[in-house]
């Protein structure tokens, strides 16, 4: 695909402060991007929540530095000897390589940390943040298809996109391979959907981040089986991805919650 979308010379006024080109990422432009819808998803719902711009741009900073830690630290651990071995490599390419449920198992703690020092209702804003997360998640999906990474296996069968950017990140080029990032994203923006849906008819606050949880656990469960980015690990080689494994975990506690918050958070009507 298209890796980067374009470069240009820095003009001369700029120069000394920024490199002699100015290189813009898909992957990067298509996160900004989700981060702005996603920002002005929350934005619709501000008198629920009592919230305004200083509020809710908090809120997308503390998400950041959640999403940013965990996802690095959880990729770090995809192949942890080899950071070990030369700590130096963490500090590299430190805009790529993330891993989604880091970002997830981390970046929601924090989340709720932040909603309760700001007196906000945690449960409820859970669900709102939900829909936000998902959208910035999409796009990122369509990052990972214009940048490369993700990728699938090579495909036989005629419906195989094949990447020939030498920056791409897929593995080979010039080949079909199967599109786990369309996948994924298709998979991602029909969540959104059911989550805006739903949004004013869930029976429970906090249904709609489980519901997320859950959908695309299982939605990831069966993608991972096209992947073919085997540099991300296996529990159980050629069986069970890294992914999969903490999906399986993820699954069985979203179900845990479920039954609990059920009874514990209805909402009231």
Known sequence: MHPILFRFKTPGFLSGIFPEQITLYSYGFLILLGIIVAYFALWMRRKEFKLNHDSISDLF????????????????????????????????????????????????????????????????????????????????????????CCHGKVCHNGWGIQFSDPASSADPLNTPLYP???????LIFSIVGLLLFLYSRKTFHGQL??????????????????????????????????????ALFILIGSYVLWKRWKIKYPVNR
């Open 61 to 148: 900073i503390w998400a950041f530095v959640g999403i940013f830690v965990g996802g690095k630290v959880f990729f770090y651990f995809e192949d942890i000897g080899r950071y070990l071995n030369d700590p130096s490599q963490m500090f590299q390419n430190m805009g790529s390589g993330f891993v989604f449920y880091g970002s997830f198992l981390v970046g929601i703690p924090v989340l709720i940390w932040r909603f309760k020092k700001m007196g906000l209702p945690v449960m409820p804003m859970l669900d709102a943040i939900a829909i936000c997360g998902a959208i910035v998640h999409g796009f990122g999906k369509l990052g990972c298809l214009m940048s490369g």
């Open 209 to 246: 981040m489980l519901l997320y949880a859950l959908i695309y656990g299982v939605g990831r469960t069966i993608t991972e089986i096209y992947r073919g980015d085997e540099a991300r690990g296996y529990i159980i080689d050629g069986i069970l991805t890294h992914s999969q494994f903490i």
């Open 180 to 186: 786990t990032q369309i996948y994924d994203a298709l």
